[in-house]
């Protein structure tokens, strides 16, 4: 069962604390803050992982997620993201180049960001920088999310309803002896899931902060691509000052 926002809120048992996992403090060098438009979907868009409706095709070009910290060594594959809107929901598609999928956990809420995984983070108030959410899923399409509370609390009873999500392989999941070529990955959120924090559906011109990342690779050949400069020394990501805008268009 869905736990409301009040309820997660209040309930402190629920808290898992991310103190340990503290990054380095942000550097004050400065970097602008992309924005994407997200325009309404020209028809509906099915969700299989294709990313090849018409929908995805009128879609404001793909963002290029970036290779920030050279420490990891992981190889460096792209990955591209877009996403729609509709009167129905929040679309995101993600398309990755990955030459070893490989992907272990299969449950709701598992740490799928372990696995070769995209997330987004998604902050529909960006007056405020408390609270937002968070996707995080991996090349079967298993789901962790969660609401994030100043950046360091996850509240993991938290749980979106009715998100559809599918994935497309170009290759073998786990198999380590063959080369794959990668994978594809839509999700839809119904705007229910945002109702705390926006109107649903948000109408044009509003805008929204988020973040794409993708984990990509196997222990300890592991590497973090991101979107919008987080400004860490580190690969934390949570960092929604840093969050791009989405700016929702017709």
């Known amino acids: 069962m869905r736990t409301s926002l009040s309820a997660v809120v209040s309930a402190a048992l629920a808290i898992v604390s991310l103190a340990a996992q503290a990054p380095a403090p942000a550097t004050t060098t400065s970097a602008p803050i992309p924005r994407y438009d997200v325009k309404r979907a020209s028809s509906p ?3 299989d992982g294709k990313l090849d409706d018409a929908a995805w095709v009128g879609a404001a070009p793909a963002v290029t997620l970036q290779f920030l910290w050279d420490s990891q060594t992981g190889a460096k594959q792209q990955t591209h993201a877009r996403v729609v809107w509709d009167a129905h929901a929040f679309y995101v598609g993600f398309d990755a180049d990955d030459a070893d999928i490989n992907a272990r956990f299969e449950q709701r809420d598992d740490p ?3 696995d070769d995984a995209v997330e987004i983070f998604i902050n529909p108030d960006p007056k405020q920088e408390a609270l937002y959410y968070g996707f995080e899923m991996n090349a079967r399409g298993v789901l962790y ?3 994030t509370y100043n950046s360091r609390t996850l509240f993991k009873r938290w749980d979106a309803t009715d ?10 999941m786990n198999n380590q002896t ?14 229910a899931n945002f109702e705390e924090l926006s109107r649903r559906p948000p109408v044009a011109g509003t805008v929204w902060k988020a973040n794409f990342n993708r984990w990509d690779g196997v222990r300890p050949n592991r590497r973090m691509s991101i979107w919008s ?18 700016a929702f268009v017709d």
């Not at 594809?184 to 119904?190: G, N, R, Y």
């Open 45 to 47: 868009v099915t969700i």
């Open 112 to 114: 799928t960001y372990m």
């Open 145 to 147: 999310d969660y609401l």
């Open 163 to 172: 998100v559809k999500i599918a994935v497309s392989l170009r290759g073998t």
């Open 178 to 191: 063959d080369t794959d070529k990668g994978w594809s990955l839509e999700a839809a959120i119904p705007w």
């Open 229 to 246: 400069d987080p400004q860490n020394a580190e690969s934390w990501p949570h960092v929604p000052s840093r969050f791009g805008e989405l």
